[in-house]
């Protein structure tokens, strides 16, 4: 069994929201806390991208094309990482990944999320 499920996923109108949530049921708290997590996106013909980064103090990061747009968000009691996307635009149209990496340098990867952006 996967160690992240990601959920969320599907058929929005350019300028529309969405929000994607991993969890990691199986993943000891402690564990889950200490871990950077990540959310990626693969487009159709193109390689696998980096699309935000939330630490395990909270920091995070993102890729300039969403910038503004995106908002990546963790709960470590629940052990989630969200994502929540705005202003949607048809070049956001992938599966996104959720990816943890943890202190111990173990990566896990969920199965991915279609988002699809119809324009």
């Known amino acids: 069994q996967r160690q992240l499920v990601e959920s969320g996923g599907g058929l929005v109108q350019a300028g529309g929201s969405l929000r994607l949530s991993c969890k990691a049921p199986?993943?000891?708290?402690?564990?889950?806390?200490?871990?950077?997590m990540e959310w990626h996106r693969q487009a159709p013909g193109k390689q696998r991208e980096l699309v935000a980064v939330i630490t395990s103090d909270g920091d995070t990061n993102y890729a300039d094309s969403v910038k503004g747009r995106f908002t990546i968000s963790r709960n470590n009691g629940k052990r989630t990482v969200d994502l929540q996307m705005n202003n949607l635009k048809s070049d956001d149209t992938a599966i996104y990944y959720c990816?943890?990496?943890?202190?111990?340098?173990?990566?896990?990867w969920g199965q991915g999320t279609q988002v699809t952006v119809s324009s």
């Open positions: 199986r993943m000891i708290l402690s564990v889950f806390n200490s871990n950077i």
């Open positions: 990816h943890a990496q943890t202190m111990r340098a173990e990566n896990y």
